[in-house]
């Protein structure tokens, strides 16, 4: 059934946004050259970009550098007029700016901080919660919650100067979603993290995304947060959709080979795994092999049949390989 | 609006109070129109009143003029110049608030903290020194501190509506320092307007810059009939209004150019 635009929170059609950027070359006689007679090229950052989003679904938004992403996910905001096309959040022209719009969404961007630097990140809470005019039960049910969920509570004191990375991008977060948004626009949210940062971040959107319903849209470069995120990923480059579907189509359709991994009680030479599959990595007694994804299970039986296999294990190529190769392929 | 104005008030009250040492420098720098006294100082001292002006004529000036450079110059053209280029004025757009009112917080707050320093110091000047005296009535100083108040506005929109500038340029912080050099000689910051030739004079009382230093200043030191205080504060309004108009029209057509760099 065909859905109905009430049903989508996101709704981009043919979105075009070109920069008309000042370049110069390096060095001194280049700078009094450009002071003189200034060269502008046009960037084509989004050239054409059509998709959509249901209320509720969480999307990976996946890219190189310099793709579009961020551009995209700019114009969403409202940060940035589109040259052309057309795009709606949650009803609204994200350009026009309405007050009602502003208040139904955030952006949180993973290298950018919108705490008050030299101030505890307790004093910016407060400033949210009058400008989004959080009504203060709400405000401290929410808050709780938030600093539980985030660990911040022996934070909040703290100058935001003062905090690290983690600390910071978790008060970050919490800012953001103080005012309960419909619709979140991450980018990079875990950019920097550690480890357990990044995972404690992700736990949270996860849950946020579950007790709220909310939309999420995901730009990131670290893999494990689009697959433990997101199944749905829409990949561009160069301004342009290469891919929007289920990223386990894409992972299917981009690497059609799967990787066995076999843990082996006696050593067998390279040449001899050879004749199974292509050998990524031996030491004689563990290999990693990659199979056609049509033979996968008549190799992994002729292994366990033929050689002194003591384990075995058949995983997808890792998504960043993926992800690689669709971006190779272009 | 009120809670969002106490909330982001308070915010940058905070923030003005983070530095001891920024809030010292802030305070070093009322000494710069202290030394213009000293020169005007030595002069009488020299050939006795000028114009008509004494020394206690030019202790109360500069003094009450070294309070309304930090409560009324505003420094946000740079400010967002640097927000443009940094991409934090991002930060403010995505706020359900328009930016116009977190810059103006942003100075007010500051203005708060300046003047919880500078106001006691002036006080206690006052007892400490017979040539600094102030003859208002209570009406007086409710005037003169509407004028004041008035010339800060003015100030923030003057130095807004250059910033829009910045949408197209890189040189909006520049543009509003030249326009600002001008803005410190026919404000009478450097000089009493009454000691200025006659006909520069009568070009200051029109410009936009009288407002926030000389015009406060001169119902301060009670030279100003009832006239002449209307007349100021009609400049002010008329300026306002048309600083007030030119913000709009660049913000409306500059935020189409927004670059929302960094990030």
């Known amino acids: ?330 | 609006m009120t809670f969002a104005y106490r909330a982001l008030l308070r915010a940058h009250v905070g923030l003005g109070l983070a530095y001891r040492a920024r809030l010292t420098v802030w305070v070093l720098s009322s000494l710069f129109p202290l030394m213009m006294m000293a020169v005007w100082l030595s002069l009488v001292d020299e050939v006795g009143p000028t114009a008509g002006w004494r020394v206690s004529d030019f202790v109360s000036y500069y003094a009450g003029g070294a309070v309304l450079f930090h409560t009324t110059t505003s420094f946000l053209t740079w400010a967002w110049d640097a927000d443009l280029r940094s991409g934090d004025m991002s930060f403010k757009l995505l706020k359900p608030i328009d930016p116009f009112h977190q810059y103006l917080t942003q100075e007010m707050g500051l203005r708060v903290v300046v003047l919880g320093f500078l106001l006691p110091t002036l006080v206690i000047l006052t007892l400490l020194l017979p040539d600094l005296t102030y003859q208002l009535t209570p009406t007086g100083w409710l005037i003169a501190i509407a004028a004041a108040a008035s010339g800060f506005f003015l100030n923030v929109l003057m130095a807004m509506a250059f910033a829009t500038i910045g949408f197209w340029t890189t040189q909006a912080g520049n543009l509003y320092s030249l326009w600002w050099g001008l803005g410190a000689f026919l404000s009478g910051w450097i000089a009493p307007l009454a000691l200025l030739p006659e006909v520069v004079a009568d070009i200051a009382v029109l410009m936009p810059f009288r407002s926030s230093m000389g015009f406060p200043l001169e119902i301060l030191l009670n030279r100003l009939s009832g006239g002449e205080i209307a007349f100021g504060f009609a400049v002010t309004g008329i300026w306002i209004a048309g600083f007030a108009l030119l913000y709009r029209l660049g913000w409306a057509m500059g935020l189409r150019r927004y670059q929302a760099v960094g990030g």
């Open chain 1, 1 to 330: 059934m065909a859905r109905q635009n009430g049903d989508r929170a996101v709704v981009v059609e043919d979105l075009v946004k070109h920069f008309r950027v000042h370049r110069r070359e390096a060095g001194v006689a280049a700078g009094v050259k450009s002071l003189l007679r200034r060269k502008y090229a046009d960037v084509r950052a989004v050239a054409g970009v059509s998709f959509s989003i249901d209320r509720g679904e969480m999307v990976g938004f996946l890219g190189p550098n310099g793709a579009g992403k961020t551009t995209t996910l700019k114009c969403l905001s409202g940060l940035l007029y589109p040259t052309s096309g057309r795009a709606t959040v949650m009803g609204f022209t994200p350009h026009e700016r309405k007050t009602d719009f502003l208040r139904s969404f955030t952006l949180v961007m993973g290298q950018r901080n919108q705490l008050f630097w030299d101030l505890p990140a307790m004093e910016t809470f407060l400033v949210n919660q009058a400008i989004y005019r959080i009504p203060p039960a709400e405000f401290g049910n929410t808050l709780t919650e938030l600093v539980d969920l985030l660990g911040l509570g022996p934070y909040l004191d703290k100058p935001v100067r003062n905090l690290s990375l983690g600390e910071r991008m978790r008060a970050e977060l919490a800012a953001a979603l103080l005012h309960r948004p419909a619709v979140l626009f991450l980018d990079e949210p875990t950019l920097g993290l550690d480890v357990t940062g990044a995972a404690a971040v992700r736990s949270f959107l996860a849950d946020y995304n579950v007790r709220t319903g909310a939309t999420v849209l995901l730009t990131s470069h670290y893999m494990i947060d689009v697959t433990a995120l997101t199944r749905r990923v829409i990949v561009i480059d160069q301004g342009q959709i290469r891919f929007d579907g289920d990223l386990q189509v894409l992972a299917d359709k981009t690497a059609p080979h799967r990787v066995i991994k076999v843990t082996l009680s006696s050593a067998v030479a390279r040449a001899d795994l050879a004749g199974y599959g292509e050998v990524e990595a031996t030491d004689g007694l563990t290999a990693v092999l990659r199979v056609s994804r049509t033979h996968t299970k008549d190799v992994a039986a002729r292994l366990l049949a033929e050689l002194p296999v003591e384990d075995i294990a058949i995983e997808d190529p890792p998504i960043e390989e993926v992800i690689r190769q669709v971006f190779a392929q272009e």
